[in-house]
């Protein structure tokens, strides 16, 4: 093994220099904003200011957690819940399409995606609206509560027909039994609560048939289902997956679901990664679409609630950081945690082949 150490020369001491220098201006304000959640209101304001609390409080927090802060924190993370998963879904099954199945006007439908990857959500946000406000809420239930019955079924139909080996008898907990049975009893629940079957809430009979989807949730889920950027990413994902592998499934009798669900879903597995860290940011931080669509103040998120503390309690810098911190610890947790697998999945999709 070589054991020489590098030398210092002076590009590399310029370098560490430019480096530390670009991590102390990303890092500081992260550090100002948890800093001033604990300073009341005069030393925030102070001049000069105080670099680290020598008296913290937790004032700011008890104040923030009086208003909803903990709904608008639950509303936030299921709508990027609810845009991840959607976005990976959609993306995936059609950047698998574009990538690997030929089909008339192909090149037509890739060029408007990379098209709209360049056009401002501002351009099309008032027919945004208005269709967010002519769809109804009760539709959207329904639907759901379809595409559960159908999971339903296809789950059923599967285990039934290929039970031996779903049950894997070479292992002693048959796990994809198990995992099929677990998502069966997830559908179904879901049909249960929303059809109004004996013993359930009944929510489609209990919304407003006239209620439209704006100042729900849903209206700022929706619009991020076909991100044409994830559909690019995707698409770069599933160039990857050699054509041998494709035919060989369809040699041993497996149909288009079956062949993307066992076959393409883990070799893109790191794309999957990387989309889903994009769409969960970029949707907690999309204050402009939060803006527009959320009005009521229990639909609100973290964001759009830190902005109205901000008229009630004429700017407290304390609480305003406060809520801040609050808000940035999930983004920050998230990346940390992930921080390997997001890189993965980005230098994967950069190579072709």
């Known amino acids: 093994m070589n054991n020489k150490k590098k030398k210092l020369t002076p590009y590399r001491v310029v370098s560490l220099i430019v480096l530390i220098v670009i991590a102390f201006t990303f890092v500081f304000p992260f550090y100002w904003i948890v800093t001033g959640a604990f300073k009341s209101q005069s030393v925030a304001i102070a001049l000069p200011p105080q670099w680290f609390p020598t008296e913290p409080t937790m004032a700011n927090f008890e104040k923030l957690f009086k208003n909803p802060a ?92 290929n039970f031996n080996e779903l049950t894997d008898k070479s292992s002693r907990t048959p796990k994809n039994l198990l995992l099929a049975l677990l998502v ?74 079956r062949t993307f669900l066992t076959v393409v879903c883990p070799i893109i597995k790191p794309g999957f990664g990387a989309l889903a860290i994009f769409t969960f940011i970029n949707t907690w931080n999309d204050y402009f679409l939060q803006l527009i669509m959320l009005q009521s103040r229990a639909n609100l998120t973290i964001s759009l609630g830190i902005a109205t503390l901000q008229a009630e309690f004429a700017t407290n810098y304390g609480l305003m950081m406060a809520g801040a911190a609050l808000g940035a610890v999930p983004i920050v947790a998230i990346f940390l945690v992930f921080q390997k697998f997001f890189t993965q999945g980005i230098t994967m999709g950069a190579v072709k082949g």
């Open 70 to 161: 903990w709904q608008w924190m639950l509303n936030t993370v299921l709508m990027a819940l609810g845009s991840m998963l959607l976005v990976c879904g959609t993306a995936s099954l059609c950047g698998y399409a574009l990538a690997k199945k030929r089909f008339y006007g192909q090149t037509i439908v890739f060029s408007l995606i990379i098209c709209a990857m360049a056009l401002p959500k501002q351009v099309v946000l008032v027919p945004l609206v208005r269709i967010m406000a002519n769809l109804r809420l009760r539709w959207l239930l329904i639907a759901l509560g379809a595409i559960a019955a159908v999971i339903i079924v296809m789950i059923v139909w599967n285990v039934v027909k």
């Open 184 to 257: 069966v009893a997830v559908a179904a629940a879901m049909v249960v609560y929303l059809a109004k079957l004996p013993g359930a809430n009944g929510l489609i009979a209990s919304t407003p048939e006239k209620q439209p989807l704006t100042d729900t949730l849903w209206a700022v889920i929706l619009p991020t289902v076909g991100w044409p950027f994830g559909v690019f990413l995707m698409k770069q994902f599933s160039e990857t997956i050699p054509n041998e592998i494709l035919e060989a499934a369809r040699i041993d009798g497996a149909g288009e679901l």
